[in-house]
């Protein structure tokens, strides 16, 4: 995990000259990432005022989420208001929709709390953005929502429990890297392709589990 603002380098299958940005990791990682990659005001901007940029922008999903897109969000192949573990999560053993809708919306505007690929569709749909993470393996999450959409594009990089911006630069010396690529960058165009890929064999292997290649004991 990077200090604030710091920039390392890391050797990445998917590009020669990658970059990582560090941002706050304070619960709301995952969004400092995204304004990291959109916003020059943001990459410029003291730290206070970037963890006030993004609860501001908690504020805004929450304000912008109704009940009916609620019902629809997905995390993998799930449904966000049908999935029993996530509800638990979110509220307890409650199971009514209306209430865990509510419970969601707070548990989206709470500073602190951690989010994550939960809320790809409405940050995507909020900012005309897509969406790509990476895991530490370098292989692109599949996440359905963003692979069959060409919008401007961030990469976060998924190191545990905690996410930073992913850039590419001219060469390793670059001191400006890019962070926000258009829809037909070929990096993006790569990892769009490999997400479309990725998501159909995770479909497969959920739907038949013998197909992950693992062997039986």
């Known amino acids: 995990m990077l200090d604030p603002g710091e920039l390392s380098t890391f050797e990445c299958k998917l590009h020669p000259f990658t970059t990582r940005a560090g941002v706050p990791g304070d619960g709301t990682c995952w969004i400092h990432g995204i304004l990291y990659g ?3 005001e943001y990459r410029k901007a003291s730290l206070k005022v970037q963890k ?3 609860y501001e922008l908690r504020r805004k999903i929450t304000d912008n989420l109704d009940y009916e897109t609620f019902l ?3 995390i993998e192949d799930r449904f966000i208001s049908q999935d029993n573990c996530y509800r638990k999560y979110i509220r307890g ?3 009514d929709s209306k209430v ?3 419970a ?9 709390q951690y989010l994550g690929p939960e809320t790809t569709e409405l940050i995507g749909d909020l900012l005309d953005i897509d969406i790509y993470t990476v895991r530490e393996d370098l292989e692109v ?10 919008r401007r594009s961030v990469i976060l990089l998924h190191l545990g429990n905690h996410y930073e911006p992913v850039g590419i630069g001219k060469d ?5 890297p890019k962070f926000f690529f258009s829809p037909d960058d070929p990096l993006i165009a790569g990892m769009r392709k490999r997400q479309i890929d990725g998501w159909k064999t995770y479909k497969k292997i959920r739907e038949d589990p013998s197909k992950s290649g693992e062997k039986k004991e």
């Open 52 to 54: 006030e940029m993004a």
């Open 72 to 74: 629809s969000l997905r």
């Open 93 to 95: 053993d409650e199971t």
């Open 38 to 40: 959109v916003s020059s």
């Open 104 to 112: 969601f919306k707070a548990f989206i505007a709470r500073p602190s």
């Open 100 to 102: 865990c809708f509510e």
């Open 141 to 150: 999450q599949p996440i359905p929502s963003t692979a069959f959409k060409t």
């Open 172 to 176: 390793l010396g670059d001191k400006h």
